[in-house]
C-alpha cells in the first residue's frame, strides 16, 4: 500500500485481483493546473498510467471509471480525450458533475483496474 505523504488516504490499494486508484487531478509535475478540460484530462490520464504502471498494470486493465466535471458543458470534449485512451472493451464509467477540491481543477477521474492470474 502506498500512502500519499500529506494527505490522510492510499493512492493505490489492491483487493484480490482488483486495484483501486485514489482521484487523479490534472496536474502537472510542477504543481501547475493548466487551463482547459481537454489538457486536464490527458494529464489525468498520463498519472493514472503512470500509477498502473507501477502496479504492472496499464488502461486496457481498467475495468471501471468515476469521472468528475466541474461543468456539464465540458462533457463532449471530455469524452473525446477519454474516449480516444481506451480501447475497446471499454471501462463501465460513471460521469458527475460537481466541484473540486483543488482550484482551477475541471476534472477528476477514479479508477479501478482488475489484475489478471
Request: net charge negative; hydrophobic share 50%.
Amino acid at each position: 500500500m502506498t500512502q500519499t505523504s500529506a494527505l490522510p488516504f492510499s493512492k493505490v490499494r489492491t483487493v484480490g485481483p482488483l486495484v483501486f486508484l485514489s482521484g487523479e487531478l490534472g496536474i502537472a509535475a510542477d504543481g501547475s493546473v493548466p487551463a482547459g478540460i481537454e489538457a486536464q484530462t490527458r494529464l489525468c490520464l498520463e498519472r493514472i498510467t503512470a500509477t498502473l504502471a507501477g502496479q504492472g498494470l496499464a488502461l486496457s486493465d481498467v475495468v471501471s471509471v468515476t469521472a468528475y466535471l466541474v461543468d456539464a458543458a465540458d462533457f463532449a470534449a471530455f469524452n473525446g480525450v477519454y474516449a480516444a485512451a481506451f480501447a475497446e472493451p471499454r471501462p463501465v464509467r460513471t460521469t458527475v458533475r460537481t466541484d473540486l477540491m483543488l482550484p482551477g481543477a475541471l476534472v477528476e477521474l477514479t479508477v479501478i483496474a482488475h489484475q489478471k492470474a
